[in-house]
């Protein structure tokens, strides 16, 4: 039988997952720029995210310019754009499948099986999402170390990775194990069923009587 503890467990992963998701889609650290090798100004630290670049100085005041075109961008954040929102979105719809499948519900509790099949769909929705956003961050995270150790790139400007690669791969990691654990915890049909014991006098031999 389906372990309501265990799936309450991977909904709650699920769910800090999603806050992770979206969290890293709006900030603006998906990469900074690098400090190493010599001659580079300190005085001032650059963030680009999925939506805006910001300049932090030394002095502690933040300017952020939003991207004023979308066909400039380079394909690796136009890719992790629809990526992660596709990712964000399928998790807020997985919350809602897996919900209505959770055996600490009311819905659909005269169907047991229908409502293990509902958590389970959950628990795949929350895998893709996971993916999609493990794909983001990873195809944006290559890039930049590919840059990086690019010997024609220049010095100043190279850039490293950000809080919000981070905190993306954390965020899919959980969205996949809190998947994983629904989609696991579905029972098996036959464990339910029960058959009758076959007679010991069925089909013996002089067992009739008179």
């Known amino acids: 039988m389906a372990n309501a503890g265990l799936q309450l467990l991977g909904y709650t992963l ?9 969290a890293s889609t709006a900030m603006a650290e998906w990469k900074m720029s690098s400090y190493a090798g010599d001659n580079i100004i300190t005085a001032q630290a650059m963030y680009e995210g999925l939506w805006q670049s ?35 979105f399928l998790c807020g719809i997985g919350l809602l499948v897996a919900a209505v499948g959770m055996k600490c519900t009311t819905c659909l509790s005269d169907n047991q099986e229908q409502k293990n099949k509902v958590a389970m769909a959950g628990g795949v929705l ?3 999402a996971g993916v999609c956003a493990l794909s983001a961050t990873s195809w944006y995270g290559e890039n930049i170390r590919r840059k990086f150790f690019d010997p024609f790139t220049p010095t100043n400007a190279r850039y490293e990775f950000g809080k919000a690669l981070y905190v993306g791969w ?41």
Request: aromatic share 4%.
């Open 54 to 88: 910001c300049v932090s100085q030394s002095t502690g005041q933040l300017q952020c310019k939003t991207y004023d075109s979308l066909l400039q961008l380079p394909g690796e954040v136009q890719g992790a754009r629809a990526l992660m929102i596709i990712a964000a």
């Open 170 to 210: 954390g965020a899919s990691v959980l969205a996949i194990i809190g998947g994983s654990m629904l989609c696991c915890n579905c029972p098996n049909k036959a464990a339910g069923k029960s058959f009758p014991p076959p007679s010991r006098a069925a089909g013996r031999p002089g067992t009739d009587r008179v």
């Open 126 to 128: 929350f895998i893709i």
């Open 14 to 22: 699920a769910s800090l997952g999603l806050l992770g998701l979206i």
